[in-house]
């Protein structure tokens, strides 16, 4: 294996990577056949795929070094080059994407049916754009792709979703927009401030003035807020989150969610320490709001879509608030908890798909007994439910275990209320459960409903082995990323402590 | 005659302004004289890099600064040229009096960005302006067309007045009107704070305010970009914007820069109102063309941040908007002009299923326009953020930025049109090829100066 990809070493391959989904997005602009777009779209994401053997085959994992950096001068005005490189921390969000892409485009298969070639075309670039917003070394090269990702998902939404769709992805776009703005406000001033660079690592170093990093701490916590969402700058999630087609749902919930809060590991902790150290408290709230208040909500959910949406929400608290405890066993928690989330919510709304294409509806209250009408798809939810809830052997068990353990350290009081969470999670996972699995079969069902088909266990096993396989090894996700978070929480630390001199200095 | 040679960009376009005039006697094709014209623009600006120096006293300034602007207004008579060629507004036997027009608007402009003098400055910007006057009511049957004229006509006469004024008081206290003797004077400490220097500039002030159309002063544009003939409109709305820019950028930063207190505070308040004031009244137009004239105020209040930097770093800013608005907004225009009834919302309906390749050219203008990367409009706000937070406006920035959310939603709700709405089948789409290349032009370019910024980035 090592030697089949050493070569690969001086190869342009993450730029290569992130170009294949884009070509092949090019590529659909052709006239053809709607099979042939399906198969090429296919082709492309698992070509795309394909990268992440040597991606982690080769990489080192002794270190926190960038890997695969590739840079390229750009703008000269701006002191800027398009550099891309990939660690620890990336490296699971990266493999993540490249798992997601392909499942989409399986998702897809049988359900759009309409503008074929718009539709895969917007999925191919969704897929560059993710790559490169998690790959990106530079500010502007992230911002270039956080924007950028807002032209295809707003299309998805607003084309292929229901019929308030198109509300629903203004909706979107808007609040994403208002929250990037001071993202990009931030961005220029830093630029201004830390030494006229726009470099991630160069920043990271560059240790702002104290006053200065409260300001853009705030810019850049609105931008990523945002699109995590968290509590209360969630208000477009529910809406797009519901009315948006499945495969977009997906993305959304399964790796968009994650660029917010790989921008607090990556930029936005880094950049700002002191100021992460002075609103430690306020995040640790806010997560626990986000929590309890997505978890509260998902009770009230009528619309299947809706409660995934929220419990969604709920558990993106639960990585925000492993992230807040800067601590090393948090922020790895929070990233298993994001991989894990990803694949959880994922496989849920993608097996909703399958369940609105049989039976036309998302109610609750017109499902029922399906464990007798179609028991192989019963099966995958059941697995899948327990999952969300956090059942022992399965990932998310993992992610919050080592949340919850950190912030149990020294916060005792927001540890014990988040586990309110955990059981009001379990209450909305079993209620749904209890009513569309075990209760009386709905008599509305149409005729000869099937159950799950090859294609769509084509994509669901993939998913559910890495719920299984990170619940009970956790420790190939682990040593991974080992070097990297504990290399950005030193580097917290010891900026802190240096801030902490200075200011009893003074 | 040596000082003649740096007018030579001048000199030919006029000379083949008066060729193109005599030949429309004869020739009554549209596609010959538009291509006569941009072969004209085109040697012009062949022409423009070539000369350098000042002369007249210093009252003609051919510099790095000029030469950028005069290459750009090469562009919009190129762009307003092709324009002009497909669009059947303008008709075949007035096309030499359109192509002679827009060359002489083109002049004009030249003149004001080369302006070392204040006279110089107004006698350029009469030019422009009176030719860009009866363009408006080219569409001479049409009285809407007229009203438009008679409305830019009557408050533009009025504006000038206004910077005579100012530069006669100007004159009074610094006994020059040229602009680096005004900057010596201004650096020497002269008059400072009088209120008499206060009028002077504010006079300046108000008369630019009314040339690019900020808030308050705006109140000719929706009707003069809303009834003039399509072509018209996408040329003034690119050109004369950038001629003003180009002429109170010498006038405001070179001359009046060592007085910059006195005038930041107006082109501020300024900025405030235009960005506000353009963002919310474009969102509440029903017609398209209306509500890109509303949205081109609100584009001149993010030039006039780059210019509050108060210098040359300022200006290079605004110049990047510039070139990049030049391309999305024409591009804009000719949209609307391939489209029968493109003024109205309801020919944009469906337009994805009926021409895919036009919807997505408009969605990345659309786009461009929002500022969202990568297409360049994002390169042009990122730059004039970046002046603009370097000169201490932060907090104006962050104005801006949030009505810059209210935009997407008017440019946006258009693209919802295209993409995700039924529509009448039956709305004609022009095959006019001056009309596509204009459009496939201005896209590529969109897309290039969006992922090459450096290539309109001055450093």
Redesign the interface.
Known sequence: MINLFSDLHAAPMISIMMLVPAIAALFLLLPMSSRAVRVLSLCATLITALFSLPLWELFDKSTAQMQFVERIP?????NLEYSVGIDGISLPLVLLTLLISPVCVLASWQGITT?LR?YYACLLLMESIMLGIFVSLNLVLF??FW??M??PM??LI??WGSER??VA??KF??FT??GS??M??GI??I??LGGRTFDIAALSRSGLAQSAQIWLFIAFFIGFAVKVPVVPFHGWQPDAYAEAPTAATVIMAAVLAKMGTYGFLRVLFPFFPYAAQTFLEPLLVISLITILYGAYCALAQQDLKRLIAYSSLSHMGFILLGIATLSSIGIQGSIIQMISHGVITGALFLWIGTAEERFKTRMLRDFGGLSRVVPVSATVFTVLGLAATGFPGMSAFVGEFLILSSVFQGHLIIGATAIFGVVLGVVYMCWAYYRMVLFNPSSLYPQGVGDLRLREMMFFTPLVAVVLIVGVQPGILLELMRFSTDHLVMALHSVNAVTHVAGGLQ | MSELSILRPEIVLTLSMLCIFLAGLAIRSKVVLGLMTIAAAGVTAYLVPSVSGSGFDGMFIADAYGTFFKLLFMLTLILGAMLGIGAPVIRERHASEYFCLLMLASVGMMCMASAGDMIVLYIGLELMSLSVYVLTGFHRENLFSNEAAMKYLLLGTFATAILLFGTAIVYMLTGSTNIAAIAAHMTAGGNGGSPLLMLAVLSIVVAFGFKVAAVPFHMWAPDAYHGAPTPVTAFMSVGPKAAAFAAFGRVLVDGFGPALAVWTPAITVLVVLTVAGGNLLALRQDNVKRMLAYSSVAHAGYMMLGMLAGTRVGMNAVMTYLAVYAFMNMGVFAVMLMLENGEERSAYAGL??RQ?LLAIAM?IFL?SL?G???AAG?VGK?QV??AA??AGH?AL??VA??F??VS??YY??L??TM???EGDESVACSTSGALILTVAITVAFVLLLGIV??LV???
Do not use: C, H, N, Q
């Open positions: 750009w703008v000269d005005l701006w503008r718009g911002f270039f924007e950028a807002l032209v707003y299309l607003g084309m769709g198109r992805a203004m776009l808007l927009l208002a703005i001071f990009l406000v220029v001033a630029f201004l | 994805a299923k895919p969605l786009f929002t969202i990367p990568p994002f990122f953020f970046l937070v370097g932060t920035v962050v930025v949030i810059s959310v997407a939603y946006l709700r693209v919802g993409f995700m709405s910024p450096s980035l001055f450093g």
